[in-house]
């Protein structure tokens, strides 16, 4: 189970940290990626890790700006946003890959997902 949390109103040139609290499974041995989906339009991939926290992958819409990273010992991933633009206004879900390491950017490649926390950057 994934629970995210940390969203909210912010406006544009803003932070906001999310937080991806995992348990029932060993979710350390695995990647975690952060996707978002904004109004009418598909889920997108946002950020991966792999299992150790030792290597990450952005899209290139957030690269500069958003940081993912990962506590196991917490069981808790977390997405670091900042220079929030209206355009990342979007609910943002949490989810578990398949493998240890980074895969595509597909949400093919990830079999368990949080319930989603909406982020709105107002201009």
């Known amino acids: 189970q994934l629970q995210a949390s940390g969203g909210g109103l912010v406006q544009a040139g803003g932070s906001l940290r999310l937080s991806c609290a995992a348990s029932?499974?060993?979710?350390?041995?695995?990647?975690m990626g952060w996707f978002r989906q904004a109004p009418g339009k598909e889920r997108e991939f946002v950020a991966a890790?792999?299992?150790?926290?030792?290597?990450?992958s952005y899209a290139e819409a957030v690269k500069g700006r958003f940081t993912i990273s990962r506590d196991n010992a917490k069981n808790t991933v977390y997405l670091q946003m900042n220079s929030l633009k209206p355009e990342d206004t979007a609910v943002y879900y949490c989810?578990?890959?398949?493998?240890?390491?980074?895969?595509?950017?597909?949400?093919?490649?990830?079999?368990?997902w949080g319930q989603g926390t909406l982020v709105t950057v107002s201009s």
């Open positions: 989810a578990s890959a398949r493998s240890r390491w980074v895969p595509e950017p597909r949400r093919t490649e990830y079999d368990y």
């Open positions: 029932g499974r060993t979710f350390s041995s695995y990647a």
């Open positions: 890790i792999t299992w150790s926290g030792g290597g990450t």
